[in-house]
């Protein structure tokens, strides 16, 4: 059975901080995909970052980096520099074989100017 | 165009009530799903279609009736809801159903209360 685990329900910064968002999980599959993904006040869900389980590279785009790490079966999502756009629910999520997500509980993200 | 269109972005329907929700891509993408989200959770997978057809049906009450038209609509027909179906409904589409090359763009969802 596969889970992830997004022990923070809720972070509050002030902008310009850094914040990290925690994700764990776990699947007995050896071929895995990890997503994150950000959900505005609006309601879509908008894709940021898909890795999968033979690639530990970690990745950077712009603010936004994600550390990929196979021995503690995490995938941590760091923003540089909040800035209030920032603020939104954002989940990880794990697929396997046949594409199902399972959705980590999501952490809000609160960006005060 | 890398969008995913829902319609109506809200629908309020009574119990006795028959409504569908609407779902449109013109990416070229050939998996299509519909996910159900409360309030405060991660979204629920409900439906997958799979070249048109239906290919996962995560133990759905058969008052949700999904059906696939063509490769660029996705529709959920409503009947005899309950109140605490009230949810986002959120649609998205993918290249395929495998993981391997793929990411799921979703919609902006229909957010449904059901009275």
């Known amino acids: 059975a596969q889970k992830v685990t997004q022990a923070q329900t809720e972070i509050s910064v002030v902008e310009k901080e850094d914040v990290t968002l925690d994700c764990v999980y776990e699947?007995?599959?050896?071929?895995?995909?990890l997503f994150w993904y950000k959900q505005p006040p609006s309601g879509e869900l908008v894709f940021l970052i898909r890795?999968?389980?033979?690639?530990?590279q970690n990745e950077i785009s712009g603010r936004y980096s994600w550390n990929f790490q196979k021995s503690t079966s995490s995938f941590n999502f760091t923003i540089t520099a909040s800035q209030v756009v920032d603020s939104a629910v954002y989940f990880c999520?794990?697929?396997?074989?046949?594409?199902?997500?399972?959705f980590g509980k999501g952490t809000m993200l609160l960006v005060s100017p | 165009d890398t969008e995913v269109t829902q319609t109506p972005k809200h629908l309020v329907m009574g119990m006795t009530n028959k409504k569908s929700l609407k779902c449109e891509q013109h990416?070229?993408?050939?998996?299509m799903y519909w996910y159900k989200q409360k309030a405060k959770k991660p979204p629920e997978l409900m439906f997958v279609?799979?070249?048109?057809?239906?290919?996962i049906n995560e133990s759905v009450p058969s008052r949700f009736s999904p059906e696939c038209p063509n490769s660029s609509l996705l529709n959920l027909h409503l009947h005899a809801l309950q109140p605490e179906d009230s949810a986002l409904y959120l649609c998205?589409?993918?290249?395929?159903?495998?993981?391997?090359?793929?990411?799921?763009?979703f919609g902006q969802g229909t957010r449904l209360t059901v009275v």
């Open positions: 279609y799979s070249y048109e057809k239906l290919s």
């Open positions: 999520a794990l697929g396997t074989g046949y594409s199902t997500l399972t």
């Open positions: 890795r999968n389980s033979f690639d530990e």
């Open positions: 990416m070229g993408h050939r998996a």
């Open positions: 998205a589409s993918s290249q395929d159903t495998g993981l391997r090359d793929t990411e799921a763009f």
């Open positions: 699947t007995r599959d050896t071929t895995y995909y």
